[in-house]
């Protein structure tokens, strides 16, 4: 059972259009973080959210935390090919040594 | 500066074998954490240490898996005897502080393949 769900697990757009990948839990946790992976690399940080209802931008990156805490999504606007990897988010608990990934969201961006 | 390095980036290893993967986190990091993959679910925790110490060994599937960290550097997760569930990526991580802010870094993977 994921504690984290992770949607849509694939996507695949062309660049420039814009997208949405949503975080949902159950559970609430202390913060949340996203999180982008490239094939034959780690999980590398993009953000951690917080407070609830709290937002977040990177240059076309957009994230939000949930009011509860329980959920997030990551906006992308005007997708480019280079953004083209596969998305994860991750839960931090309370003592915040471990981690609680989602599934993952594999996004494909075509010319 | 490094990032977190792991060794080897593959192994394919038979029912029954040992393997031991290595981690070397970045310097002066005193917390590590391993996580694995296995195909088709998410990346799971399996364990942290504070400098040799086992902070958190809840996410350790079974003792079948030993990690170590002597001297509080480098660390390594040994499976012994290997069955094929144990099939998937290994990452290490590394953090210098421990709390619900902080940034874990990410080593590449080993690939291991029980076949």
């Known amino acids: 059972t994921q504690l984290l769900k992770q949607s849509p697990q694939f996507l695949s757009i062309q660049e420039g259009e814009n997208l949405t990948v949503y975080c949902n839990s159950s559970?609430?946790?202390?913060?949340l973080q996203w999180y982008r992976q490239e094939p034959g690399e780690g999980p590398v940080l993009l953000v951690t959210?917080?407070?609830?209802?709290e937002v977040k931008k990177l240059k076309r990156l957009t994230f939000q935390f949930g009011d509860a805490r329980k959920d997030s999504s990551l906006h992308i606007t005007a997708a480019q090919t280079g953004d083209t990897g596969l998305y994860l988010c991750a839960g931090i608990n309370n003592a915040g040594n471990m981690l609680t990934f989602g599934g993952g969201t594999r996004l494909m961006v075509k010319p | 500066e490094a990032g977190v390095t792991q060794f080897p980036s593959h192994s394919v290893i038979e029912k029954g074998q040992t393997v031991t993967l290595r981690c070397d986190p970045i310097s002066g990091h005193d917390n590590l954490y391993w996580y694995r993959r296995v195909m088709g679910k998410e990346i799971k925790f399996l364990l942290h240490?504070?400098?040799?110490?086992?902070?958190?060994e809840s996410g350790m599937p079974n003792n079948r898996f030993l990690a170590e960290r002597t001297g509080g550097t480098y660390s390594t997760l040994k499976v012994q005897p290997a069955e094929l569930e144990d099939s998937g990526v290994y990452f290490c991580?590394?953090?210098?502080?421990?709390?619900?802010?902080?940034?874990?870094?990410f080593g590449p993977g080993t690939r291991l393949t029980v076949l």
């Open positions: 559970s609430v946790f202390s913060s």
């Open positions: 240490f504070v400098k040799e110490s086992k902070q958190d």
């Open positions: 959210v917080v407070t609830g209802g």
């Open positions: 991580a590394s953090s210098q502080l421990t709390g619900y802010t902080d940034t874990q870094y």
